[in-house]
């Protein structure tokens, strides 16, 4: 169990908060010189917790609090027990990634985040030497979702601009669902997608070689073959006729492809061309319109100017238009152009590896280029069936891990049926909280496996869910639900902190504080830290709220009174 008991600054910097078991509350009021709740370090105290936990200092909203406003020099601590374990972690923003553990008084300084999360996690999970666990601070991402979460994913944890990977690994922990079966998966998921990757490279480097598709390479090969036993026959007989066909044939299809793509570009030119003749501006010059007419008639060449003004604006306009289609045009088709001629020159080099070993008679030059052309045709007979065994090698090694994927989730699957009882008894709790307030038992709770990329799905349906309201409410019930639910509360820290999670209707959040005001009792094994604004509360709110605020209130932010005792400029 993890319950906090204190958060403090050496030097003192902000006013220590001292938490107690069950439900701790971090209210936000207005005060005398605003109405506003909002900005005044609830969620800043919050972030604190979790920098004192050894929360990743690039992520934490600390990074953004400039020096002059809160000296990085300065110790953030907080103190706390895991089960009997008195602990305190002191870390500054400069010392960051060395922050120093006292352990029932004694100091230990760490060299890095990583050791020390390792320690913490080796004390949380002192007990369970054998069974695999999750890291101590994967455990808590779930244990203090991330704000910009934005609750709006029972599994997802974290700032949805950072797009961290899904990891199930501390739910899993918490319904007892082997861990060791769903990471061995992720492995192979790994693995086949690693040789997905080197397969497609594969293929690609193929078609290069063979210029066709895939699917006729292996044409390919048995030709080359057909070919190379051919040269090797007239290099047995001392002739080379046969090698000459091979040869001028190739030599044939190279100056065929040659001549169509040439011909080709020869259009795409022409195109070019013409389009660029339509470029440049013909206008009239208005002004020796005008100054004509007027010598015809006083004021005419007026009058009739500013309607000629009128059409020369309204053709510039179209001509603009008209320039915009036509350059993109002539970027297209100078791209193809492009691509034509990288194409001709690779034809260029083949088409002179074949006939520089044919003299001007059409022969071939002497025996010994029977063997330059016997090497050549090795060479490339050879290059390809190594690519398409390397390519038939990955193949197999992925339909046999997708095999060995399969069979893991099977075992997976009997896991999850395993811990069916404890499924049923945590959509139990659900479904009384979904009751209570909702006023329906309109709800349900599955975990499945998947082939996706996932694994997992955890399946919460509430009524109306989909609404940024009730998706909040949602990661409300599945947390509540976790610390209510024996089998789950068994296997959790004992610790929650939820910040701003209740920006929900009126209705809904009273009635949430009052379901928590039923079962507080039942959360004194545990600690709920939760921060709230007092103006969500409204007058006729206030005679229907069963949640004593002021037993719970462990401190008070104004405007006039903020965390940090000042207002600052987020960097």
């Not at 990329?453 to 109306?464: A, G, S, T």
């Amino acid at each position: 169990m993890i319950k906090i008991n204190q958060l403090y600054s050496e030097p003192r910097t902000f006013e220590s908060i001292n938490f107690k078991p069950g439900i701790n509350i971090i209210l936000g009021e207005k005060d005398t010189t605003s109405q506003k709740t909002n900005g005044v370090g609830k969620t800043l105290l919050i972030e604190f917790i979790n920098f004192a936990l050894m929360k990743e200092f690039k992520r934490s909203r600390l990074v953004k609090i400039p020096e002059k406003d809160f000296s990085h020099e300065i110790y953030v601590c907080l103190d706390f027990h895991i089960d009997n374990i008195h602990i305190i972690t002191k870390r500054s923003i400069n010392e960051e990634s060395t922050p120093i553990i006292y352990v029932d008084g004694i100091r230990k300084v760490f060299s890095s985040i990583e050791d020390a999360t390792n320690f913490l996690s080796v004390l949380l999970y002192k007990n369970e030497k054998k069974k695999v666990h999750p890291s101590f601070r994967s455990m808590l991402g779930l244990l203090i979702r991330d704000e910009r979460s934005e609750f709006k994913s029972i599994v997802d944890c974290y700032d949805t601009k950072l797009r961290i990977p899904t990891d199930y690994t501390p739910h899993l922990y918490l319904f007892g669902i082997n861990i060791i079966l769903y990471k061995e998966i992720k492995r192979l998921q790994k693995t086949i997608l690693d040789l997905s990757t080197a397969k497609n490279k594969i293929k690609e480097d193929i078609e290069s070689i063979t210029g066709k598709k895939l699917a006729n390479a292996r044409a390919e090969i048995n030709d080359l073959d057909f070919q190379v036993k051919k040269i090797k026959k007239e290099m047995d007989m001392l002739e080379g006729n046969q090698t000459f066909d091979i040869i001028r044939d190739e030599v044939s299809s190279y100056e065929e492809q040659l001549d169509i793509l040439r011909n080709k570009r020869a259009i795409i030119k022409s195109e070019i061309t013409k389009i660029s003749l339509l470029s440049g501006d013909n206008y009239i010059d208005d002004k020796e319109v005008v100054e004509l007419y007027n010598k015809l008639k006083p004021s005419l060449g007026d009058n009739i100017g500013k309607e000629l003004s009128e059409v020369i604006k309204f053709k510039r306009k179209i001509d603009e238009f008209q320039k915009n289609l036509i350059d993109s045009r002539k970027e297209t088709l100078t791209k193809e152009i492009n691509s034509l001629d990288e194409i001709i020159s690779e034809l260029v080099i083949k088409l002179h590896s074949k006939t520089s070993i044919l003299n001007q008679t059409g022969q071939l030059r002497n025996i010994k280029v029977l063997f330059i052309a016997y090497e050549k045709k090795l060479e490339e007979l050879s290059q390809l069936s190594i690519f398409i065994k390397k390519y038939d090698d990955y193949e197999s090694k992925i339909k046999a891990k997708k095999g060995e994927k399969s069979l893991k989730t099977l075992e997976l699957d009997l896991s999850v049926l395993d811990q069916k009882n404890t499924t049923l008894e945590f959509q139990e709790t659900i479904l009384s909280i979904h009751e209570y307030v909702m006023g329906n038992r309109k709800c349900s709770f599955e975990i499945s496996t998947s082939e996706k990329k996932e694994v997992f799905n955890f399946d919460l349906r509430i009524f109306d869910d989909g609404s940024h309201s009730n998706e909040r409410e949602k990661v409300f019930f599945y947390d509540i639900a976790l610390l209510l639910t024996h089998d789950t509360f068994i296997n959790h820290p004992k610790l929650l902190i939820h910040d701003n999670i209740f920006d929900v209707d009126q209705d809904t959040l009273i009635k949430s504080l009052n379901y928590l005001s039923e079962k507080s009792s039942g959360l004194e094994d545990a600690q709920y830290i939760l921060t709230l604004n007092s103006d969500k509360i409204g007058e006729i709110d206030k005679s229907l709220l069963k949640l004593d605020i002021d037993l719970y209130k462990r401190i008070t932010l104004t405007k006039n009174k903020r965390f940090l005792g000042k207002s600052y400029q987020e960097k």
